[in-house]
């Protein structure tokens, strides 16, 4: 998944859209590469990467469990230096698509929630840690939505997903760029999730045609060291606004449709560098660039904990009794309303190293399991457990991590081939593997994202009650910011809701502000491991007297002035 778009993305995945989407740039980007052979002269250097999926398989639930999930994913610094804008990979995350409908009207209907933690091509702040995406995609990546502000291109004539997602928190700024997590994190857990709100009202027309909207306001949920509870949530209306252009589409996305409780769990990875050179003999060796996974006090790398799903006893219930004159909702998860997946411990590599001038079904597989094997510590945590004679252990200065081989050769065995790893003092030195760097290239100083300035668009008009703000994250922008009455923020002026509408959501959120507060556990903790925390630079207080029914909005983030 490109969490961007996605990775995850998808994202977004980060991030990324999906994969499909994903190749398709990757192969304009690898096009204008001169294509060699996989084995060329001896010391010819050619340029390739490393991709694939490392996969997590996890048992299945009852499908009554249709309320959204959560889960704890391990974020570090996947590799040594940030190699480029090229560089697109999401760390372990999931996709959660609506429950399908049994006869679809159309064939291809991909729709879905995939974001999470990575890098992306069209991340512009970007260092060696990952930052955190929504990654929803709306019928097909006609448009797709990361956060307030946040989605597909900057083009805000054609804002594509951009009016999305609605802020919630009067706690916490969204960079478009994506969440900062705060610099160095290594190792640690990021919490997060997705449970729906009745925020909104069902709609029986949507645009002004006869189709409806649904009231399920998926609702990004975090649980960090610095920060824990509600931050964001897709407007109803980015899901249903498809069946405006297609009636037949009505009812059939996440703004009323359950979710698939059982989803894949995966680390999606779309490209990592890596050189291939033959030696002498011709003889093929390939080095990537220095690839790392955390390690634990035990010595393993635990990078998924705790996934759950959820029914709407969780939440919704509680919360759709207050709205309607019942007794405030705790805004915590009833466990009741719950059910953690247990991991069987084991897993499969679809890693693969390869050059631009090879085919897609004679891309080789890297020997993943003569270095690492998938393990379940305990039933609700997965990871991985190293062969400590390939492996390196290396301590950041934030923390252990363990560095994977770093050279193979290539193995043919019958019709199979393999990249096994070997020890560097093994590698020829004609091939000038040693001699090669996989650091952060030159490049143009990044371009700001810029929010709409005219007076009469919906960022003006009625517009901020205070600021302008400024904001320092570790990636090295500078985030501008400003406080909007929460009904009055951009992507509710775009959500398909009338004054009224607007007036009454409004009434609901002020609730939340009142009584949902940000030192207080939303999602159950972790039963093992330490939380991460959020860049401190993304959280923020209410200027006096906007402590209630506002939120701060982002309207440009660029480089350091």
Same mark, same amino acid.
């Given at each position: 998944?490109?969490?961007?778009?996605?990775?995850?993305?998808?994202?977004?995945?980060?991030?990324?859209?999906?994969?499909?989407?994903?190749?398709?740039?990757?192969?304009?980007?690898?096009?204008?590469?001169?294509?060699?052979?996989?084995?060329?002269?001896?010391?010819?250097?050619?340029?390739?990467?490393?991709?694939?999926?490392?996969?997590?398989?996890?048992?299945?639930?009852?499908?009554?469990?249709?309320?959204?999930?959560?889960?704890?994913?391990?974020?570090?610094?996947?590799?040594?230096?940030?190699?480029?804008?090229?560089?697109?990979?999401?760390?372990?995350?999931?996709?959660?698509?609506?429950?399908?409908?049994?006869?679809?009207?159309?064939?291809?209907?991909?729709?879905?929630?995939?974001?999470?933690?990575?890098?992306?091509?069209?991340?512009?702040?970007?260092?060696?840690?990952?930052?955190?995406?929504?990654?929803?995609?709306?019928?097909?990546?006609?448009?797709?939505?990361?956060?307030?502000?946040?989605?597909?291109?900057?083009?805000?004539?054609?804002?594509?997903?951009?009016?999305?997602?609605?802020?919630?928190?009067?706690?916490?700024?969204?960079?478009?760029?994506?969440?900062?997590?705060?610099?160095?994190?290594?190792?640690?857990?990021?919490?997060?999730?997705?449970?729906?709100?009745?925020?909104?009202?069902?709609?029986?027309?949507?645009?002004?045609?006869?189709?409806?909207?649904?009231?399920?306001?998926?609702?990004?949920?975090?649980?960090?060291?610095?920060?824990?509870?509600?931050?964001?949530?897709?407007?109803?209306?980015?899901?249903?606004?498809?069946?405006?252009?297609?009636?037949?589409?009505?009812?059939?996305?996440?703004?009323?449709?359950?979710?698939?409780?059982?989803?894949?769990?995966?680390?999606?990875?779309?490209?990592?560098?890596?050189?291939?050179?033959? $030696? #002498?003999?011709? %003889?093929?060796?390939?080095?990537? *660039? =220095?690839?790392?996974?955390?390690?634990? !006090?035990? +010595?393993?790398? @635990?990078?998924?904990?705790?996934?759950?799903?959820?029914?709407?006893?969780?939440?919704? $219930? #509680?919360?759709? %009794?207050?709205?309607?004159?019942? *007794? =405030?909702?705790?805004?915590?998860?009833? !466990?009741? +309303?719950?059910? @953690?997946?247990?991991?069987?411990?084991?897993?499969?590599?679809?890693?693969?190293?390869?050059?631009?001038?090879? %085919?897609?079904?004679?891309?080789?597989?890297?020997?993943?399991?003569?270095?690492?094997?998938?393990?379940?510590?305990?039933?609700?945590?997965?990871?991985?457990?190293?062969?400590?004679?390939?492996?390196?252990?290396?301590?950041?200065?934030?923390?252990?991590?363990?560095?994977?081989?770093?050279?193979?050769?290539?193995?043919?065995?019958?019709?199979?081939?393999?990249?096994?790893?070997?020890?560097?003092?093994?590698?020829?030195?004609?091939?000038?593997?040693?001699?090669?760097?996989?650091?952060?290239?030159?490049?143009?100083?990044?371009?700001?994202?810029?929010?709409?300035?005219?007076?009469?668009?919906?960022?003006?008009?009625?517009?901020?009650?205070?600021?302008?703000?400024?904001?320092?994250?570790?990636?090295?922008?500078?985030?501008?910011?400003?406080?909007?009455?929460?009904?009055?923020?951009?992507?509710?002026?775009?959500?398909?809701?009338?004054?009224?509408?607007?007036?009454?959501?409004?009434?609901?959120?002020?609730?939340?502000?009142?009584?949902?507060?940000?030192?207080?556990?939303?999602?159950?903790?972790?039963?093992?491991?330490?939380?991460?925390?959020?860049?401190?630079?993304?959280?923020?207080?209410?200027?006096?007297?906007?402590?209630?029914?506002?939120?701060?909005?982002?309207?440009?983030?660029?480089?350091?002035?």
């Amino acid at each position: 998944m490109e969490k961007r778009s996605s990775v995850h993305g998808r994202t977004s995945h980060h991030p990324v859209p999906s994969i499909l989407v994903s190749i398709v740039i990757g192969c304009a980007l690898l096009g204008g590469l001169p294509a060699r052979s996989a084995s060329g002269a001896p010391g010819q250097i050619q340029r390739g990467e490393m991709a694939g999926y490392q996969h997590a398989p996890n048992e299945k639930v009852p499908e009554t469990y249709d309320a959204g999930f959560s889960m704890y994913v391990a974020a570090w610094p996947l590799l040594r230096e940030y190699p480029g804008t090229r560089f697109q990979t999401g760390l372990f995350g999931t996709w959660m698509f609506a429950r399908k409908d049994a006869n679809p009207p159309i064939e291809r209907m991909y729709s879905d929630i995939e974001g999470g933690l990575g890098w992306w091509r069209d991340t512009r702040f970007a260092t060696e840690t990952p930052k955190f995406i929504m990654g929803g995609v709306a019928l097909n990546f006609v448009e797709w939505a990361n956060g307030p502000g946040a989605g597909k291109g900057r083009d805000w004539d054609e804002p594509k997903g951009k009016y999305g997602v609605a802020q919630l928190s009067p706690w916490v700024l969204w960079p478009p760029d994506g969440l900062n997590l705060k610099q160095g994190t290594c190792g640690e857990l990021f919490g997060y999730g997705y449970l729906p709100l009745p925020l909104t009202e069902a709609k029986s027309t949507t645009a002004g045609k006869d189709v409806p909207t649904g009231n399920q306001c998926w609702t990004l949920f975090v649980n960090t060291r610095n920060f824990k509870g509600p931050v964001a949530f897709f407007t109803p209306y980015f899901w249903s606004r498809a069946s405006v252009d297609d009636p037949r589409l009505a009812g059939l996305f996440l703004d009323s449709r359950p979710s698939q409780p059982n989803r894949a769990l995966q680390m999606e990875t779309q490209y990592v560098p890596s050189a291939q050179a033959a $030696d #002498a003999q011709g %003889a093929t060796y390939a080095r990537i *660039a =220095p690839t790392a996974f955390p390690r634990g !006090p035990q +010595g393993d790398s @635990v990078v998924v904990h705790q996934v759950t799903s959820y029914n709407k006893a969780a939440l919704w $219930d #509680a919360v759709k %009794a207050w709205f309607e004159g019942g *007794a =405030p909702a705790g805004g915590g998860v009833d !466990p009741k +309303g719950a059910v @953690v997946h247990r991991f069987p411990g084991n897993g499969r590599s679809t890693w693969r190293i390869y050059t631009p001038a090879v %085919a897609r079904e004679d891309r080789v597989p890297v020997a993943w399991d003569s270095f690492a094997s998938p393990v379940a510590p305990d039933p609700h945590s997965f990871g991985f457990r190293w062969n400590d004679s390939l492996v390196t252990r290396t301590d950041s200065k934030d923390g252990p991590l363990m560095t994977l081989p770093e050279y193979y050769r290539l193995v043919k065995d019958g019709q199979t081939s393999q990249w096994v790893p070997v020890s560097p003092k093994d590698v020829p030195a004609e091939t000038g593997l040693a001699k090669l760097s996989f650091g952060r290239p030159d490049a143009k100083p990044a371009e700001a994202y810029v929010t709409p300035d005219d007076p009469a668009s919906c960022w003006k008009k009625p517009g901020p009650v205070a600021g302008p703000f400024e904001a320092h994250p570790g990636d090295g922008s500078v985030v501008t910011y400003y406080w909007y009455r929460f009904a009055d923020q951009p992507a509710l002026l775009n959500a398909d809701l009338t004054d009224a509408e607007r007036e009454r959501l409004q009434a609901r959120v002020e609730k939340l502000h009142r009584n949902w507060k940000k030192d207080r556990d939303y999602l159950a903790p972790p039963a093992s491991g330490q939380l991460a925390e959020l860049d401190p630079a993304m959280l923020v207080t209410p200027p006096s007297g906007f402590e209630v029914g506002y939120v701060p909005i982002v309207t440009r983030q660029g480089a350091t002035r």
